[in-house]
């Protein structure tokens, strides 16, 4: 009997790790699509690609499209239509002046924010080794 | 290459069904630019075509899903951005006609903002019809009493107006008070409806 309290146990546990780790990666999507459209103008395939080998941000690709969406309705990107030499016409986002504002606002709190908390966490890695 | 045609067509479908709230420009560009990705992915794969579309249909994901990202996204910003009753209550009716909690918000919002409203325009009436506009309290034998905001209705002579001239002042503090809660509760509502659509996304 008490080995199912405790198998359910790490089941949750587990659950609720993964289901954290899921929105912490979502609560940074848009900073990593902002930092990858600094250096210039990308459509999406090619935002993926960047996200998926630099950010390890892994997500339903899907998602991306809206989210590109709103922050063009917010005002911080741009798009337009570019013909192709050869193949697809492809819809290219830029930061706008504002959406560059914002990457450094973000990019900013992020660190500040990541660096404390990293120091917090050294023992506990540590422990871990 | 039919046959992986056919199934990018049903697809898109699919996303278009659930893209009905936007306007017709917009849901012509989201459905190019999906087109082109999935083209372009199954293309630089270099699996056989039909595999090749399968797998970019996949790990695009649910197109119903993403549909109702594209819609609450979209709503929610324009809502946001503007502020303006109208484009929040626009917003709330799409919303009201996916669920029933959105019809409970734009039904609360809708009476929120006619409150307001009314409010406003007793404070605008009373200046022109003094006598007609007010508060009127009116009480019966029997104990109970009425209270009516307005005017214009035939007097018995047994109503008394409660506020003359500061319903005025009241009526339009009142109205504005009402109208900017209303707006604070329609913009947290959909603050939350885009949290909850973000969390049911794999």
Redesign the interface.
């Known amino acids: 009997m008490q080995y199912i309290v405790l198998g359910m146990t790490g089941t949750h546990a587990a659950d609720s790790v993964d289901k954290w780790e899921v929105?912490l990666r979502?609560g940074c999507l848009e900073l990593a699509i902002l930092a990858s459209l600094w250096g210039g103008r990308l459509y999406?395939?090619e935002l993926l690609r960047i996200l998926e080998t630099e950010s390890d941000l892994v997500i339903?690709?899907?998602?991306i499209?809206?989210?590109l969406?709103?922050l063009r309705?917010?005002g911080l990107l741009d798009a337009e239509w570019v013909e192709a030499e050869l193949?697809?016409?492809?819809?290219y986002y830029r930061l706008t002046t504002s959406g560059r504002r914002r990457a450094v606002a973000m990019a900013q709190i992020w660190s500040r924010f990541s660096a404390k908390l990293d120091d917090l966490l050294k023992p506990l890695l540590k422990e871990e080794r | 290459m039919t046959a992986t045609n056919i199934k990018i067509d049903a697809y898109l479908r699919q996303v278009r069904r659930g893209l009905r709230a936007l306007p017709g420009a917009e849901v012509t560009?989201?459905l190019?630019?999906?087109r082109?990705?999935i083209?372009?992915?199954a293309q630089s794969s270099g699996r056989p075509a039909e595999d090749a579309v399968d797998s970019a249909l996949e790990?695009?994901?649910?197109?119903e899903?993403?549909a109702a990202?594209?819609v609450?996204?979209?709503l929610?910003?324009?809502a946001q951005?503007s502020r303006a009753p109208w484009t929040i209550l626009r917003t709330l009716f799409h919303w009201s006609t996916l669920s029933i909690l959105g019809f409970g918000v734009f039904m609360i919002c809708l009476i929120g903002y006619s409150i307001g409203v009314c409010f406003f325009l007793a404070a605008v009436m009373k200046p022109i019809h003094p006598q007609g506009v007010g508060l009127w309290y009116q009480s019966a034998e029997s104990g109970h009493f009425s209270l009516h905001l307005g005017g214009f209705a035939p007097h018995t002579g047994q109503e008394r107006e409660l506020l003359g001239w500061w319903l005025v002042p009241v009526g339009c503090s009142l109205g504005g008070g009402t109208i900017l809660l209303t707006t604070h509760f329609a913009l947290w509502s959909l603050g939350w409806l885009r949290r909850s659509r973000?969390?049911s996304?794999?």
Not at chain 1, 87 to 91: A, E, Y
Not at chain 2, 59 to 63: E, F, H, I
């Open positions: 929105q979502k999406g395939l339903t690709e899907g998602t499209y809206p989210l969406s709103r309705a917010e193949g697809h016409p492809r819809k | 560009d989201i190019n630019e999906l082109i990705h083209t372009e992915r790990s695009l994901g649910n197109p899903q993403i990202l594209y609450t996204e979209d929610v910003s324009k951005s973000k969390k996304l794999p």
